[in-house]
């Protein structure tokens, strides 16, 4: 045979053992878990959403106990 011919045949199985390793190893891998919150966000009596942040896990609100006026 050509050395080409070989040299890509040499190249090519080692490509498909590199991913036949990868593949096996990603696969044994548990994804990581979600942050969830235990449930949903209640504004109790004169909180205010100040902000809101999104982040990674999700959205993250800034609360505070501002009330604006309600004549402006």
Request: charged share 15%; hydrophobic share 50%.
């Amino acid at each position: 045979m050509n050395p080409s011919v070989w040299l890509m045949v040499c190249l090519l199985s080692l490509y498909v053992a590199a991913m036949v390793m990868f593949w096996h190893g990603k696969s044994g891998q548990q994804p990581a878990a979600r942050w969830e919150t235990a449930g949903r966000l209640a504004l109790k009596e004169g909180q205010t959403i100040v902000g809101v942040v999104e982040t990674v896990q999700g959205m993250a609100f800034a609360l505070g106990d501002y009330v604006r006026d309600e004549k402006y």
